[in-house]
């Protein structure tokens, strides 16, 4: 296993880890929440992937994540190309409504909230220190590397 992709593995394991303590903060004070929030968890992951893997470039070829990757291959099939602001928006709302849903509960916790959000900074630094730099993806702009024309189609 290439090293982004363990990386990429690690990182997405962690970012679940948190949500789980999110979920596990909430669970004692409204079950009924935890529940909503475990669906949140879900529709975002979904609308995440959907919005940017589904329109990756790489996903049919060489894609460099074991794990959203594969979920992408099964959503509904998007054109690739470039990322538009309803995919921007997409992304950010699913990762802002995934961390900040839980808060109310964490703070009802000492040290819990700066676990959760220890482990989501963590996450997201390693996605885009380790993994971003390593992945094909021309259209992404989380993508810092040369731009390969192998992988650019516009939409």
Known sequence: MERYKLYGLITILIHFAALLIGLAAIWPYSPTHAAIYAVIIV????TLIY???SKCPCHHKECSHLILGPIAKILPKRKVGRYGPCDYWGLGLSFFVSV?????WLWKYDLLPYIFYGMVITA????????CPSCKNCNCPFNRHPK????????
């Not at 900040?100 to 109310?104: D, G, H, K, L």
């Not at 997201?124 to 993994?131: A, D, E």
């Open 148 to 155: 390969n024309p192998k992988y650019r189609k516009n939409g």
């Open 51 to 53: 919005s940017f893997c």
């Open 100 to 104: 900040t849903y839980p808060e109310y």
């Open 124 to 131: 997201l630094g390693g996605i885009l220190l380790k993994v």
């Open 43 to 46: 529709v975002t992951t979904l």
